[in-house]
Antibody, heavy 117, light 107 residues
Framework: QVQLVQSGAEVKRPGASVKVSCKAS????????ITWVRQAPGQGLEWMGW????????NYAQNLQGRLSMTTDSSTSTAYVELRSLRSDDTAVYYC??????????WGQGTLVTVSS | DIQMTQSPSSLSASVGDRVTITCRAS??????LGWYQQKPGKAPKRLIY???SLQSGVPSRFSGSGSGTEFTLTINSLQPEDFATYYC?????????FGQGTKVEIK
């Protein structure tokens, strides 16, 4: 069965960077892209961007451009999102999700990133 | 960017009620829309894809309709486990955008 398992919670200082991982299993990793979505406390869902697990192509949300990197490692079937120059409003649960041909069919369990001094 | 306007933002309903949630796109998105259910502390779960196709394993009381700019999620005979927040997502063009969410609460 398809599973996406994310890394554990992180606490970071403002200005630092965070890298969250998403390990996929149960399907051929390179066949599908990975999308990252975040959710600030008590708020709705925000699309962050997408990375192709086939060729590494990316598409990022404009408001995160310059601070955001999405990568994949096909040898371990793992996707990564890195966010730099963290601010307090980056505090959120970060989700990875498989782009299953259309939209998002399988989701990771979420990773809480807290940015606090 | 395509804006997705979801309504209502919240509603109160009783077990057995029929519930309708609407998403309106700021421009035509064909049927490139999905509906998701999210319970507190959990990841979203896809209910509907391509505007009207039921995700495998999702109860048939959930249905989706619409095309272009107007979309509807209907829950027939609301069950206790359906109390949650629902989101639409357009994937017609980047950046993908979610509706603001509809919280379905117990009356």
């Amino acid at each position: 069965q398809v599973q996406l398992v994310q890394s554990g919670a992180e606490v970071k200082r403002p200005g630092a960077s965070v890298k969250v991982s998403c390990k996929a299993s149960g399907y051929t990793f390179s066949t599908y892209g990975i999308t990252w979505v975040r959710q600030a406390p008590g708020q709705g869902l925000e699309w962050m961007g997408w990375v192709s697990a086939y060729n590494g192509n990316t598409n990022y949300a404009q408001n995160l451009q310059g601070r955001l990197s999405m990568t994949t490692d096909s040898s371990t079937s793992t996707a990564y999102v890195e966010l730099r120059s963290l601010r307090s409003d980056d505090t959120a649960v970060y989700y990875c999700a498989r782009r299953g041909g259309l939209d998002l069919d399988y989701w990771g369990q979420g990773t809480l990133v807290t940015v606090s001094s | 960017d395509i804006q997705m306007t979801q309504s209502p933002s919240s509603l109160s309903a009783s077990v057995g009620d029929r519930v309708t949630i609407t998403c309106r796109a700021s421009q035509g998105i064909r049927n490139d829309l999905g509906w998701y259910q999210q319970k507190p502390g959990k990841a979203p779960k896809r209910l509907i894809y391509a505007a009207s196709s039921l995700q495998s394993g999702v109860p048939s009381r959930f249905s989706g309709s619409g095309s272009g700019t107007e979309f509807t999620l209907t829950i027939n005979s609301l069950q206790p486990e359906d109390f949650a927040t629902y989101y639409c997502l357009q994937h017609n063009s980047y950046p993908w955008t979610f509706g603001q969410g509809t919280k379905v609460e117990i009356k």
